[in-house]
Every structure is written in C-alpha cells, then in structure tokens.
C-alpha cells in the first residue's frame, strides 16, 4: 500500500514558477515509477512527467523544457518543478505511482493523490 499526498500548489502569475512536491509513505516507494498528470476543468486527466525507479524521466510534449521532474527516495518524496507557467497549465495536478505498465496511461496507475490545484494568471 503507498499513500500520496501532493503540495505545492496555489495561485501564480503567467511566467512564474512552482515546485510541486509528493509525498509517499511505503517502504517500496523507490521500486515505483512515479508521474505526474493534470486534469483541467472538463477535461480529462493527462499525462505531465514521469520518472523511473532509476531516475529515467519523460515528459509531456506540452511542459518538455519548462517542467523538471525529480525524486528523493531517502524521503520518499517526488517532485514537479514548473517554470515558465502558462495559464493554460491550470488545473488539478496529481502525482501516481504505477508499479508496471506504460506510464502514459493513467488506468495503469496503482496509487493516486488527491491532487493540488495549480491556477496561472494572465
């Protein structure tokens, strides 16, 4: 069983940057593939970032170059850092941890937060 809670999230303006951060309880936290997705207002839930047990890491054409995932398997704890924000990356951010499967896909996931709400200003 792994829990996730993300943080971080909150009201900035266009340009501007925020660190997301997840943190996982579960002593088998560094054996997950951890991701980050979104979900917008009527939209549905999409992929952002992932990264691999062994910190190999893949994005979401729409955040390649703005959007930095990292994690921390001393603290369990993985993270989103978000530069350059458009207020189209608002919307309802999620970590997962998926165990197999293709990352892409949120159904493969196994664990999910309850989300943090990111809002960019114009």
């Known amino acids: 069983q792994v829990q996730l809670v993300e943080s971080g999230g909150e009201l900035v303006q266009a340009g501007g940057s925020l660190r997301l951060s997840c943190a996982a309880s579960?002593?088998?936290?560094?054996?997950?593939?951890m991701g980050w997705f979104r979900q917008a207002p009527g939209k549905e839930r999409t992929f952002v970032a992932a990264i691999t047990w062994s910190a190999n890491t893949d994005y979401a054409e729409s955040v390649k170059g703005r959007f930095t995932i990292s994690r921390d398997n001393a603290k369990n704890t993985v993270y989103l850092q978000m530069n350059s924000l458009k207020p189209e990356d608002r919307a309802v951010y999620y970590c997962?941890?998926?165990?197999?499967?293709?990352?892409?896909?949120?159904?493969?996931?196994?664990?999910w937060g309850q989300g943090t709400q990111v809002t960019v200003s114009s």
């Open positions: 997962a941890a998926l165990r197999r499967g293709n990352a892409y896909y949120p159904n493969n996931y196994d664990y």
């Open positions: 579960g002593r088998t936290f560094s054996s997950y593939t």
